[in-house]
T-cell receptor, first 114, second 115 residues
Framework: GNSVTQMEGPVTLSEEAFLTINCTYT??????LFWYVQYPGEGLQLLLK?????DKGSNKGFEATYRKETTSFHLEKGSVQVSDSAVYFC?????????????FGTGTRLKVLA | NAGVTQTPKFQVLKTGQSMTLQCAQD?????MSWYRQDPGMGLRLIHY???????DQGEVPNGYNVSRSTTEDFPLRLLSAAPSQTSVYFC??????????????FGDGTRLSIL
């Protein structure tokens, strides 16, 4: 079946530290991959996406590369800020019974300390 | 620019009561969906719609009904609330049914407690 596995949180970092949040997936066919971010009290917002193997998505200093050989889409940022504190969700879009559906990971909470 | 609007933001119900969670979008999006978010389980798809008059079940549809009479609105109905339906509910929309490379736009959520 289709699934997304994320590293468990919470992840606590000091400001300017390097961030990696691991995400691996299982899917039939060729899914598109996404990272969404959820700030406290808000809905999810798209952070970045990649639609085919070896694509790199990037936004606001965050990056993730679609690795088909390792079925991974790890999120990285070189220097985190307090404002990056949020919950991060990895997701894939897959065709199922004629329509596309999203499968979300369980989310990873990031806390950045000043 | 309203985007996706959900009402109410908070609601407390007693077991057995019914209610409707409202969702409206002003972006003329074809695809709309409802998710529930529970601790440790991420977001799970309840129902979705690829256009007015067309709805289908997602991963966890039991206990919920939907309809899509207009492009803008996609209400979610709880027929007889149960404590297991205590959750945060999110509505989302996307420009077309082909969400393979398009983002979904999310509302701010409805926090629902069933006593």
């Amino acid at each position: 079946g289709n699934s997304v596995t994320q590293m468990e949180g919470p992840v606590t970092l000091s400001e300017e530290a390097f961030l990696t949040i691991n995400c691996t997936y299982t899917a039939t066919g060729y899914p598109s991959l996404f990272w969404y971010v959820q700030y406290p009290g808000e809905g999810l917002q798209l952070l970045l996406k990649a639609t085919k193997a070896d694509d790199k998505g990037s936004n606001k200093g965050f990056e993730a590369t679609y690795r088909k050989e390792t079925t991974s889409f790890h999120l990285e940022k070189g220097s985190v800020q307090v404002s990056d504190s949020a919950v991060y969700f990895c997701a894939l879009s897959v065709r199922d019974s004629g329509t596309y559906k999203y499968i979300f990971g369980t989310g990873t909470r990031l806390k950045v300390l000043a | 620019n309203a985007g996706v609007t959900q009402t109410p933001k908070f609601q407390v119900l007693k077991t057995g009561q019914s209610m409707t969670l409202q969702c409206a979008q002003d972006m003329n999006h074809e695809y709309m969906s409802w998710y529930r978010q529970d601790p440790g389980m991420g977001l799970r798809l309840i129902h979705y719609s690829v256009g007015a008059g067309i709805t289908d079940q997602g991963e966890v549809p039991n206990g919920y009904n939907v309809s899509r009479s207009t492009t803008e609105d996609f209400p979610l109905r709880l027929l007889s609330a149960a404590p297991s339906q205590t959750s945060v509910y999110f509505c989302a929309s996307s420009p077309s049914w082909d969400i393979s490379n398009q983002p979904q736009h999310f509302g701010d959520g409805t926090r629902l407690s069933i006593l």
